[in-house]
């Protein structure tokens, strides 16, 4: 292992880490947490399965992109403010300056939906969400009753589809932890789960993060009303978007197009053409707001306008995450949440269960060459133990084989 658990690393080393996440974690949300887990669970100890399913439950409360809040507490937790940041701007570097690029007209992307490479990038994501499903369920799913929960929540996941259905799901998770689940024991991993982050937010941090949050909510629509500044409208949009969506992922592209193509800043086609190309890409679908900036204006003005889009969408994220965490690590160490966090953690595997049925696997497989594919990269992955980028890379470069082939 590089890190092990409750070592403080270094900007450097977290930004390394994800960057190379950032360049191939393909596959959605769901994916890149598998991603994630792979990666800073499984691979580096910076942390334990029930310390990373408490974090995914947190970022499921909060409002914004689910996956890259994880990715910054996981940085957080492992370097601090900086390790936050830098787990931020690997991740979303990559996939921000690709959509921007694509927004100039400096790469020619095209129809890429139908490519033969990002079919096997699809396929390469089953098999890692299954390999983060199975790790997670054996670990924090090792009886009955907590089978029977995550089972339960897989159900009412594909039943009910919605940006509230996995709130609910968890809060119901933590009910059956309060009152059902067998009680949970301490151990020494989680007291270092919940010590404080060498190098953290303090508590009085944490408020005045939480603060900010709230007065820029205010704050920005008054400022665009007084200004009449294009930057400012779009720091308000993008910003307010980035504050208010739960859900994550696609749920966030109606309420960017609301804000951006009936005020006149995109038209419809160049946002239909920038989904597109936003599902080339791996990292976090939120950075399709660099391809929006990008395409307000030529030349810097829409470097400026990307810079802008791109911050504003993710700041919430950043100021309410980091705002949380210093209370959230002293709340996981009282028994009455450790005991709702025994049903939570059973409800996030049920819903990583879910997803990988859809999106995940019903985006992907389509025959049975798929399936066997699947097979190989979940090979690749639990047997072998390759690294994620190196599977995404055969995946991709397999596929593509075939296509050129007419196979």
């Given amino acids: 292992m590089a890190g092990a658990e409750g070592e403080l690393g270094t900007f450097l080393e977290v930004l390394a880490v994800f960057t190379r996440l950032g360049l191939t974690s393909f596959g959605g949300p769901v994916a890149h947490l598998g991603y994630f887990r792979a990666e800073c669970v499984e691979r580096r100890g910076w942390l334990d399965d029930r310390a990373y399913a408490d974090l995914v439950a947190l970022c499921q409360f909060l409002p914004g992109p689910a996956s890259s809040q994880v990715g910054i507490g996981l940085g957080y937790r492992r370097a601090g403010v900086p390790g936050a940041f830098a787990a931020w701007l690997g991740f979303t570097l990559p996939s921000a300056l690709a959509l921007a690029a694509f927004a100039f007209g400096v790469q020619a992307v095209g129809d890429v939906d139908g490519a033969a490479w990002l079919r096997g990038l699809k396929i390469v994501a089953v098999a890692v969400v299954a390999h983060a499903v199975w790790g997670m369920a054996t670990k924090l799913t090792p009886d009955a009753p907590r089978i029977t929960v995550a089972i339960a929540a897989a159900m009412t996941a594909l039943a009910w589809t919605g940006a509230l259905a996995q709130v609910a799901i ?55 009303e007084a200004t009449g500044a294009q930057a400012v409208g779009v720091a308000d949009s993008f910003y307010r978007t980035g504050a208010l969506v739960f859900g994550g992922g696609h749920v966030v592209l109606p309420l960017i197009q609301a804000e951006v193509v009936p005020a006149g ?96 696997w019903t985006a992907a497989v389509t025959g049975p060459r798929d399936v066997a594919l699947v097979l190989a990269a979940y090979l690749a992955l639990a047997v072998w133990r390759l690294p994620p980028w190196l599977v995404v890379a055969l995946g991709a470069a397999t596929t593509a084989a075939l296509g050129a082939w007419g196979a």
């Fill in 170 to 224: 968890i809060a119901v998770g933590a009910l059956l932890g309060l009152s059902w689940l067998p009680r949970p024991g301490e151990d020494a991993g989680t007291r270092r789960a919940a010590a404080a982050v060498p190098g953290g937010v303090s508590r009085r941090a944490g408020a005045l993060l939480l603060t900010v949050f709230a007065s820029l909510l205010v704050a920005l629509p008054l400022a665009r």
């Fill in 265 to 360: 800043w995109v038209d419809g086609a160049t946002f239909i053409a920038g989904y597109g190309a936003a599902q080339a890409v791996p990292g976090p679908l939120f950075t399709f707001s660099a391809f929006l900036g990008a395409s307000m204006a030529p030349g810097a003005a829409g470097v400026g306008f990307a810079a802008v889009a791109l911050l504003a969408v993710f700041a919430p994220s950043y100021l309410l995450l980091l705002g949380v965490l210093p209370f959230w690590e002293a709340l996981r160490r009282r028994v009455v949440v450790r005991r709702a966090l025994v049903g939570v953690n059973a409800a996030v595997v049920g819903l990583l269960l879910a997803a990988l049925y859809h999106p995940v």
